[in-house]
């Protein structure tokens, strides 16, 4: 199986398919404390990571958002004292991509 940190997200266009059910399965397991969750019919990654104060929190968003603009694809990124909640969604398909499950991946070794 591919390794998901070993990948770099592509380019998608409108018609890119969504990510299928078996296809979620297996990306899945290397993203394992991720949440799927669907908002208005969107599937999205949602995890919450914590920290000690707001400092780190923000910290943690700036190299978030360093990763989202080296890779061009974005999350949506809440800030808060002592947590940040990050959520990775393929907008232009409004659902999940393999694109998602890289980039959560990505985003799991920053915190390390």
Known sequence: M?????????????????ATDDEIL?????????????????GKLERVF???N??????????VGELAEKENHHPAILTEWGKVT???WTH????????????????DQLFL
């Open 86 to 88: 990050v959520k990775w």
């Open 92 to 107: 232009k398909i409004g659902g999940l991509h393999h694109n998602d499950f890289i980039a959560a991946a990505k985003t």
């Open 54 to 63: 707001f400092v780190e929190a923000l910290n943690f968003t700036n190299i």
């Open 26 to 42: 297996l990306l899945k397991v290397q993203v394992p404390d991720w949440t799927i969750i669907d908002k208005d019919g969107i």
């Open 50 to 52: 914590q920290f000690d």
């Open 2 to 18: 591919e390794k998901l940190i070993e990948s770099s997200c592509v380019a998608c266009r409108a018609d890119s398919p969504l």
